[in-house]
């Protein structure tokens, strides 16, 4: 007997929804068997990992502000994986995003009116739409392939940020440590009373709605999976792909740099050399878990959120080393992708094919 | 090896028994959903007969031959390859059961010899070199001249579907399957095929030849089996029939053939297309550079541009439609020059297009046919978008079915994904959205290439009832029946050259033929060979 996938004669709509739990459920049964391996008790490890953040306020809180930043980010992403175009370097577009919103407080930190944080917010906007404007660039004039240039550029600037808080940007009255001056009140987000949630999630949770609602009812939405889908066919409908290259690859950018604004305009309150827990390349996941659709994105969004806050438990009340965070993270985008094998083939037991009536010449051929 | 001599023994036993079939089918069945596409078809060839498979398109006989291969798999019955029930799992199994098949649309590396090539395809992946020994044989056998060194991107596409044929013919098989092989060849090039099959029959291979051209099964072929709706409608001798009954056959009812009236173009009418000395380089390897590219279209005047594939035609319709943009005076629609405009302005302008590829050119095989209306139909006077470009749903929908119902498209209910229909119905499909807009200019690429005579009978109609309403049309076309049915005049593409216009109604084939197989440039092929390799 031997196992072999034949491709379905169309989609199977069951699979199509089945597919994300199958991944799921899989996540949970081989983590569960890992923290068996490490010799941990696996119900209580699971327990800590996926339950627990859930079982009290402050962590919900928690789970929003950080599933907050990867929804916005997978939205964007949603649009360029639509589009066929591989955008791997959300990380640096958040990064550019922080830098750029952070100018008003860091260069400008008299400057506390009202107008303060929206010009941040905006300005986070620019840097990152600008960021992701490179790889579309290179794309469209030398056919440079995005996957690579927009990856290396994550890397750039996560040094570039590197270098401004421990060079140029460090704060004048903070002795030495590597950080820019804080952020005052106008100059950040408004939090929820007694927690670090603030209103910027709104702005997250509010975008996914309208990405749904652009990317399935309007032409400029049905422009992006036309050229993704087709691309000659594209063409002929009158849709420029270099426009759209570098919209996709510039408003993902654009969401991105919100996203990485808001959270040092929010929780974090001050430029860092680390800023991000990887949520730039989480949001990869958090994209195709949620069938690059806003709803599903927004869903899994909260689903990979969890599985940080898991990962800080389990290390916080068990000792689970916090790199199991990512590991489980890539054991989901290991079984997304397997499972949505599923969704165009099936898998078929097949008897081996000596056993077959088949005909002679095949055996001569094995044989051979 | 010692299975093998066993194997070859139970071969020769089986060929003893010479009243079995080579291939025997019983009621083989495949359904896609709701829709039958393939419902209980029997079907016999004999050793050594040429067995034609007749059908609209749509009426199964690619999913028959699917099957055949090993490409698709049967829900019921079953396949006899020489009185053995046998299962083609694969087309690795299929080979090795003696079923090679030549494909209509070529599958061939073209960067690569044609020895490479060929290579590539046998099981026992024999080197070049031997391929090249093993080659000669063939070619003396079967006069099929092909240079085994020759890259396939320099040959134009005869010389490629020889070699199609050649990459088959070295697996040795016993059924060779053709699917619509004429429909890229000269008239010259299609009978010398035809020679090489009637010899291969007399070698006792079968062979089962899927066409739609009816004279050229009459001239042709032993057998014919013709389908409809996924059934088989007709046996027949096809020596015995007239093509008027083999059509009436396929399609059921009697095809109309309308033809263009000589002169139906006043003298006086409008000017509403020029390209006036068009060069273009596509600046791909295997392009072919437009070269002065002068024509003129009138209002009510249908031109047909002749030519064999690969001698510009692409580069040509892209040029026409915008796609590929050149200077703004080269191109001019009713007298404003559009050169550089792309291709949305065009429309704008009143113009049409249809390009040769259906799938993944002129439609998203993935998407619905609504939204593949959308494709082209998004200007104000569609009535598809509202305003900040949302999509208006049920005015798309209703476009959507008022095409399928114009222009007879068929199709599973509710609003499937081009992917599914036949190429014939999505052909009619896209040349109904482009012409329900009733445009003032419309160019058309291989109109009813690959399509069946009803399909493309429908489709010349359509065309010519549009050049009668006063439109300018350009026909580029492979088919010379067709061109000469329809045009008011006839030019004929060759190297990028574009020849002066002839009158149809007092043009020759010969002429024609003449015509296409010059190179306008050169004397002799080799100083086409170094031109081509200077332009890339």
């Given at each position: 007997m031997q196992l072999e996938l034949f491709k379905r004669d169309a989609p199977s709509g069951k699979m199509l929804v089945a597919a994300p739990f199958m991944a799921l459920g899989l996540t949970v049964l081989t983590s569960g068997v890992m923290f068996a391996v490490m010799g941990f008790n696996p119900v209580a490890a699971l327990y800590e990992y996926f339950i627990a953040p859930l079982t009290e306020l402050w962590s919900v809180y928690e789970l929003l502000l950080k599933a907050g930043p990867l929804i916005l980010i997978a939205l964007g992403l949603a649009v360029c994986y639509r589009a066929n175009i591989w955008n791997i370097g959300a990380e640096g577009q958040f990064t550019m995003g922080a830098i750029f919103g952070s100018i008003p407080p860091i260069l400008f930190p008299e400057w506390t009116s009202w107008t303060t944080l929206p010009t941040m917010l905006i300005l986070g906007m620019v840097g990152g739409a600008l960021y992701g404007g490179i790889p579309a660039f290179l794309k469209v004039k030398f056919r440079a392939n995005e996957i690579l240039t927009s990856l290396m550029l994550a890397y750039i600037a996560l040094l570039i940020l590197d270098y401004l808080v421990r060079g140029p940007w460090r704060d004048p009255g903070g002795f030495n440590f590597p950080e820019s001056r804080n952020f005052s009140d106008e100059q950040s987000l408004a939090t929820l009373e007694g927690s670090r949630l603030h209103f910027g999630i709104l702005i997250a949770f509010a975008a996914v709605p309208v990405m749904w609602f652009f990317m399935s009812r309007t032409l400029a939405g049905h422009a992006f999976k036309v050229v993704g889908e087709a691309p000659r066919a594209a063409r002929f409908a009158g849709f420029s792909s270099k426009t759209l290259t570098y919209a996709a690859l510039m408003f993902s950018g654009a969401l991105a740099g919100l996203a990485g604004i808001m959270e040092v305009a929010g929780p974090i309150g001050e430029l860092r050399p680390t800023i991000s827990p990887g949520y730039g390349f989480t949001a990869i996941i958090v994209a195709f878990l949620g069938r690059l659709n806003p709803w599903g994105i927004m869903f899994a969004g909260l689903l990979l959120a969890l599985s940080f806050l898991g990962g800080e438990a389990a290390q916080i009340t068990l000792g689970l080393s916090d790199k199991m965070a990512r590991v489980v993270q890539g054991m989901l985008l290991f079984f997304v992708l397997g499972c949505d094998t599923l969704v165009r083939y099936q898998i078929r037991l097949t008897p081996n094919p000596k056993a077959t009536p088949v005909a002679t010449a095949s055996e001569a051929t094995d044989a051979a | 090896m010692a299975s093998l001599h066993a194997s070859q023994i139970i071969w020769v036993t089986l060929r003893?028994?010479?009243?079995?079939?080579?291939l025997a089918i019983e009621g083989l069945t495949k359904s896609f959903g709701a829709l039958v596409a393939v419902g209980g078809v029997d079907l016999s060839i004999a050793e050594g007969s040429i067995h034609a498979l007749l059908g609209e398109n749509g009426a199964g006989k690619s999913t028959l031959v699917k099957m055949l291969y090993g490409t698709l798999q049967p829900d019921a019955g079953r396949i006899l390859i020489r009185g053995k029930p046998t299962v083609v799992a694969s087309p690795n199994e299929a080979r090795a059961q003696g079923i090679g098949m030549v494909f209509q649309h070529f599958s061939l590396f073209e960067s690569m010899s044609v020895a490479e090539n060929i290579a590539l395809a046998l099981d026992h992946k024999p080197t070049p070199d031997e391929v090249k020994a093993e080659l000669d044989d063939f070619v003396e056998r079967y006069g099929l001249s092909v240079d085994p060194d020759a890259t396939v991107g320099d040959l134009d596409v005869g010389v490629r579907q020889r070699v199609e044929i050649l990459r088959v013919l070295l697996q040795k098989p016993s059924l060779v399957i053709l699917d619509e092989p004429t429909s890229v060849l000269t008239p010259q090039e299609a009978e010398s095929l035809f020679g090489v099959l009637r010899q291969l029959a007399s070698e006792g291979k079968s062979i089962l030849y899927i066409s739609h051209k009816l004279d050229e099964v009459r001239a042709l072929c032993d057998d014919a089996t013709v389908m409809r709706h996924g059934k088989v409608v007709a046996r027949t001798d096809p020596r015995k029939e007239s093509s008027a009954s083999l059509a009436r056959a396929m399609v059921g009812s009697d095809v109309s053939e309308v033809s263009r009236k000589a002169g139906?173009?006043?003298?006086?009418a409008p000017l509403v297309f020029e390209l006036n000395q068009v060069k273009y380089d596509p600046g791909t390897l295997f392009g072919m550079s437009l070269k002065n590219i002068s024509m003129r279209v009138h209002s009510g005047e249908i031109l047909g541009i002749a030519g064999?594939?690969?001698?510009?035609q692409k580069e040509l319709f892209d040029v026409l439609s915008g796609e590929a943009l050149v200077d703004l005076d080269a191109v001019r629609m009713d007298g404003h020059p559009v050169g550089s405009h792309p291709i949305s302005r065009r429309r704008q302008r009143g113009a049409a297009f249809v390009p040769e590829e259906r799938a993944g050119h002129a439609s998203v095989p993935a998407m619905a046919l609504s939204e593949n209306a959308l494709i082209t139909r998004k200007a104000p006077e569609d009535g598809t978008l509202g305003s900040l470009g949302v999509m208006k749903f049920s005015a798309i929908q209703k476009l959507s079915s008022m095409i399928r119902d114009a222009f007879d498209v068929r199709s599973a209910k509710g609003d499937p994904a081009a992917s599914t229909l036949s190429g014939g119905n999505l052909q009619k499909f896209v040349v109904g959205r482009e012409l329900s807009r009733d445009p003032k200019i419309l160019v058309v690429n291989q109109p009813t290439w690959g399509v069946d005579a009803a399909a493309a009978s429908f489709i010349r109609g359509a065309v010519m009832e549009l050049a009668e309403k006063g439109s300018a049309v350009i026909v580029i076309s492979q088919d010379l029946d067709e061109l000469l049915q329809i045009s008011d005049k006839i030019a004929v593409l060759s190297h990028g050259h574009l020849s002066e216009p002839l009158d149809a109604a007092n043009v020759t084939l010969e002429q024609l033929g003449l015509l296409m197989g010059v190179d306008p440039t050169a004397n002799t092929s080799e100083a086409a060979v170094v031109e081509r390799s200077d332009a890339a």
């Open positions: - | 003893l028994g010479n009243d079995v079939p080579l139906s173009v006043p003298a006086d064999v594939a690969g001698n510009g």
